[in-house]
């Protein structure tokens, strides 16, 4: 059985950091490109990061380049998001979830929430 | 960017009614590559529809896809009590860009 656990998520202050981890088990996690999404409260999906299966290609939303940086540990079926830099506006439950060849998400976290206050 | 519009923002329907959804595309979406996920409150996003129209395994065939290039549409036959909920529609492929959602209520 496919299964994606996240965890690090919690309240930050504007300007700190943050850093997500998802656990990947019941697949081949290196044969799968990777994605972190996330939703505000109350609004839609919103993707923001994914990874290549060998890391060696990343691509990220706009708002997040400079600030967040997506990496995966293969040996240890590992994905990771470090968020810098933070702003109110990046609130929301963050998803992992596993792309699948044509790039949609057939399996997901049950989400981390993070958020950015004062 | 090809932004996704849904239409309409809130269905009220009663069980055992169609619904119709619809997801409209700035841009042609490439290769239809177009996905339908059902979110309930509290719980991840659940796959229904990829490709516009084939179905992900184990969702009932009480849900269907159908469109292509800018317009698209979910349909769900005959609504079960387990099927209020919100849902989304995603241009999957290299750009992975989500419409707003639609919410689907008992009326």
């Known amino acids: 059985e496919v299964q994606l656990v996240e965890s690090g998520g919690g309240l930050v202050q504007p300007g700190g950091s943050l850093r997500l981890s998802c656990a990947a088990s019941?697949?081949?996690?290196?044969?799968?490109?990777m994605s972190w999404v996330r939703q505000a409260p109350g609004k839609g999906l919103e993707w923001v990061a994914n990874?290549?299966?060998?890391?060696?290609?990343?691509y990220y939303i706009d708002s997040v380049k400079g600030r967040f940086t997506i990496s995966r540990d293969n040996a240890k079926n590992s994905l990771s998001l470090q968020m810098n830099s933070l702003r109110a506006e990046d609130t929301a439950v963050y998803y992992c979830a596993r792309d699948e060849i044509a790039g949609y998400f057939n399996y997901w976290g049950q989400g981390a929430l993070v958020t950015v206050s004062s | 960017e090809n932004v996704l519009t849904q239409s309409p923002g809130t269905l009220s329907l009663s069980p055992g009614e169609r619904a119709t959804l619809s997801c409209r595309a700035s841009q042609s979406v490439s290769r239809n590559y177009l996905a339908w996920y059902q979110q309930k409150p509290g719980q991840a996003p659940r796959l229904l529809i990829y490709?516009?129209?084939s179905r992900a395994t184990g969702i009932p065939d009480r849900f269907s896809g159908s469109g292509s290039g800018t317009d698209f549409t979910l349909t769900i036959s005959r609504l079960e009590p387990e099927d209020f909920a919100v849902y989304h529609c995603q241009q999957h492929g290299t750009s992975k860009t989500f419409g707003p959602g639609t919410k689907v209520d008992i009326k």
């Open positions: 019941g697949f081949t996690f290196s044969s799968y490109w």
């Open positions: 990874i290549k299966t060998d890391g060696s290609a990343k």
């Open positions: 490709g516009a129209s």
